[in-house]
């Protein structure tokens, strides 16, 4: 059993950033995939980034370039640096360690 905490989310502008964290309960050295969902209102869940063991990545081609997923291990802590946000990227994010899920952290661009 993994528990994983968000938090980092909030209200910004267009052009500007955010950093997500999910933090979880144990170590995620072994953890095969990690990640982030999203999920605006009326719209389906997306995977917006993953991240492998080996460190290997991926984005949802309407975020590349502009968001980031990292980790460290030694926190037991996945990172989404958000740059650039745009109106389109309102929605709840969550994480995801392998087959456990975050509670969601609500991400809103506004102006």
């Known amino acids: 059993q993994v528990q994983l905490v968000e938090s980092g989310g909030g209200l910004v502008q267009p052009g500007g950033s955010l950093r997500l964290s999910c933090a979880a309960s144990?170590?995620?050295?072994?953890?095969?995939?990690m990640g982030w969902h999203r999920q605006a209102p009326g719209k389906q869940r997306e995977l917006v980034a993953v991240?492998?063991?080996?460190?290997?990545?991926d984005y949802v081609d309407s975020v590349k370039g502009r968001f980031t997923i990292s980790r460290d291990n030694a926190k037991n802590t996945v990172y989404l640096q958000m740059n650039s946000l745009k109106f389109e990227d309102t929605a709840v994010y969550y994480c995801?360690?392998?087959?456990?899920w975050g509670q969601g952290t609500q991400v809103t661009v506004s102006s």
């Open positions: 991240m492998t063991s080996g460190g290997s990545t």
């Open positions: 995801f360690v392998d087959n456990y």
């Open positions: 144990r170590s995620i050295v072994s953890i095969n995939f």
